[in-house]
């Protein structure tokens, strides 16, 4: 699979080996497709499809069975994550005060839509709702930093706080 990041072009050799060997004990076991899927995504990151088509096969279970199951549950990504991962809040409180704006300011500075990852794979941006800091909204996170009364002006700094980190 290809997204178009030279950075992630394919899986390496070595997370192949490696999810060939995490797979072993759930062979031909298809109850064991959700943990065999989360240990799988812990070692690789996320379950392109070839990651998908390879846990089929081991666990004997329909591609379009593996295909369902990761795409219901939110934890499982079939994207590669960046080495940041940067949330905004769009809850109420948040986009009353301008979360909207964020969006659209790190959306056209980091060129990246929601849910995907930045050409040079800095960075993931994902919308999440309320994050329980109401009154600081609107807000913003960044891997385990929290942001507040953000504003559009301030999003650069933060972030290149951030880049090449
Ligand atoms: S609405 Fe954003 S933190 Fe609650």
């Given at each position: 699979m290809s997204n178009g990041c030279a950075c992630h072009a394919g899986l390496a050799p070595e997370h192949l080996a490696e999810v060939g060997k995490l797979l072993e004990p759930y062979r031909g076991q298809p109850e064991s497709l959700i943990q065999a899927l989360h240990k799988t995504q812990n070692v690789v990151g996320y379950l392109p499809r070839e990651i998908q088509v390879r846990v089929a096969k081991e666990l004997n279970v329909p591609l379009s069975k593996v295909y369902g199951v990761v795409s219901f549950?939110?934890?499982?990504?079939?994207k590669p994550k960046g080495r940041h991962q940067i949330s905004i809040c769009a809850g109420t409180a948040c986009y009353v005060r301008g979360a909207s704006r964020l969006l659209n300011q790190l959306t056209e500075d980091l060129g990246v839509e929601p849910g995907d990852t930045s050409q040079d794979g800095e960075f993931s941006l994902d919308v999440v709702r309320c994050l329980g800091a109401c009154g600081l909204g609107p807000v913003v996170t960044v891997n385990d930093d929290v942001y507040g009364r953000v504003r559009k002006e301030k999003l650069a700094g933060i972030i290149s706080k951030y880049n090449g980190e």
């Open positions: 549950y939110a934890f499982f990504t079939t």
